[in-house]
Every structure is written in structure tokens, then in C-alpha cells.
């Protein structure tokens, strides 16, 4: 059962361009979350997505950040217009929750260089 | 929103030494979980915590959850220098809420 797959590990972008990060979570798996790491800095809870919804988008920025999750396929984060504050590592997750509690299973990470 | 401190930031040990690291809640929570995320690597699940006053052993890790549910440990005996990592707790709110919102972890130096 292969873990969670996260593409591309690492991606290189110019100030105003944009990074569409990818996520395939574990088989049967169906909840799929968000998470961005600062170099030696804890992980901040960006969205946490199910099929085809997003649950809940709290740690979002308003502009420029997008998340989904689509019936086919893997879940998707997409910053647009990326500044150099951007640059950090994106860690997807993905877990099946029974209600109390959930273990989350991380991929190895994006990390995201804006020049 | 839920704000979880945890302590200390960064710890240095020599091999040997036990370490522990603790996690405060300033409200009650449903469920608690560790992580330990390697230099360079993933954070990978330790354990989870449900119970008022559970205690969870794993070998030279033990974890406690505190009576009212606000607090919680994690002490390894003995540290090793594969031990090195930063440790998080990641605690649950409940009442509907799926998220886990981690702290900003313990980072653990071993010394040989």
C-alpha cells in the first residue's frame, strides 16, 4: 500500500508565477489536509479537504491560495501569483477519520522556492 | 481559535539523559497526538491520547494525558542520538472540528 505521494518534491518559481503542488493520498483514504513549514518553524494548518468539499479553510490566505480535492484524481494546491514569502514546505496528510481521532499520514513534502 | 503552547522550544541532551516535552491547552480537548518529524524528513504519528489521565508506553517513550484534558507529555528515558528530531503534539478540539492544529514543537539535539 503505497504511503502518501506528493509531486513534484521540489519546485523552483519566479516571483509572480504560479505552483500547483500535488497530493495522492493513502488508498482509501479520503480526507486530505493542508500544511505549510517555514524553515525550523512548527506546521500551520492551512485546509482540510474531503471528496469533491472543502471543510474547512481556516489557515488559508484569502488571495492567491486555492485547494481542491476532486472525485478523480489527486487533491491540488495552487498559489498563485507566488511572492518569496511563499517559499516554505507544503505537507499534505491525508487520514481516515473514525470520529475520534484520526492518525494523519504526511508525504515526504513540496518544497516550494520562489526566486 | 485553539492555542496550544509547548515546552521548551529546544532541548540539548547528552546521550543518556532523558528528555520530556510538554504540550498546554487552554481549553479542553477531545483527543491529543505526537509526531516526530525527522531533520529534512515527514512527520510521522506516534500515538494518540483519548482518555482523562491515560498513560501510553512505546518502549522509551511514555505519554501522558492530563485529567482535565488541557495537558500532555511526552517523556523518553534514556535518549539516544537516534532520537533527534522535533517532537510535535497535535491536539484535536472536538466538537465537530476534524483538523488537528499542531504546536510548534520541541526540537531535540542528542549529543554522543
Redesign the interface.
Known amino acids: 500500500n503505497a504511503g502518501v505521494m506528493q509531486n513534484p518534491r521540489h519546485l523552483v518559481r519566479r516571483r509572480g508565477q504560479e505552483a500547483r503542488l500535488r497530493c495522492s493520498p493513502m488508498k482509501g483514504h479520503s480526507?486530505v489536509?493542508w500544511?505549510r513549514q517555514l524553515p525550523?518553524?512548527?506546521?500551520?494548518?492551512m485546509v482540510?479537504l474531503q471528496k469533491e468539499n472543502i471543510?474547512?479553510e481556516?489557515g488559508m490566505p484569502k488571495e492567491r491560495f486555492s485547494a481542491e480535492f476532486p472525485k478523480e484524481g489527486p487533491s491540488i494546491l495552487r498559489i498563485q501569483q507566488v511572492v518569496r514569502g511563499d517559499s516554505a514546505a507544503y505537507?499534505c496528510?491525508s487520514s481516515l477519520?473514525t470520529g475520534?481521532?484520526?492518525?494523519?499520514?504526511?508525504?515526504?513534502?513540496s518544497r516550494l522556492t520562489v526566486l | 481559535?485553539q492555542q496550544v503552547m509547548q515546552i521548551p522550544q529546544y532541548q540539548h541532551v547528552q546521550e543518556g539523559e532523558d528528555f520530556t516535552t510538554y504540550c498546554n491547552s487552554s481549553t479542553t480537548l477531545?483527543?491529543i497526538?505526537w509526531?516526530k518529524q525527522r531533520p529534512g524528513?515527514?512527520?510521522?504519528?506516534l500515538i494518540?491520547l483519548?482518555k482523562s489521565g491515560e498513560v501510553k508506553k512505546q518502549k522509551r517513550l511514555t505519554f501522558q494525558f492530563g485529567e482535565a484534558k488541557k495537558n500532555s507529555s511526552l517523556h523518553i528515558t534514556a535518549t539516544q542520538t537516534t532520537d533527534v528530531g522535533t517532537y510535535?503534539c497535535?491536539p484535536?478540539v472536538g466538537g465537530g472540528?476534524?483538523?488537528?492544529?499542531?504546536?510548534?514543537?520541541t526540537?531535540l539535539t542528542v549529543n554522543p
Do not use: C, M, R, T
Not at chain 1, 40 to 45: D, I, P, T, V
Not at chain 1, 101 to 106: D, H, I, P, S, T
Not at chain 2, 97 to 104: P, Q, Y
Open positions: 480526507h489536509y500544511y525550523e518553524e512548527g506546521l500551520k494548518f482540510y471543510i474547512d481556516s505537507f496528510a477519520w475520534e481521532g484520526g492518525e494523519l499520514f504526511f508525504g515526504e513534502g | 481559535g477531545s483527543n497526538q509526531y524528513g515527514h512527520p510521522v504519528f494518540q483519548v510535535f497535535a484535536a472540528s476534524e483538523k488537528l492544529v499542531f504546536g510548534k514543537g526540537k
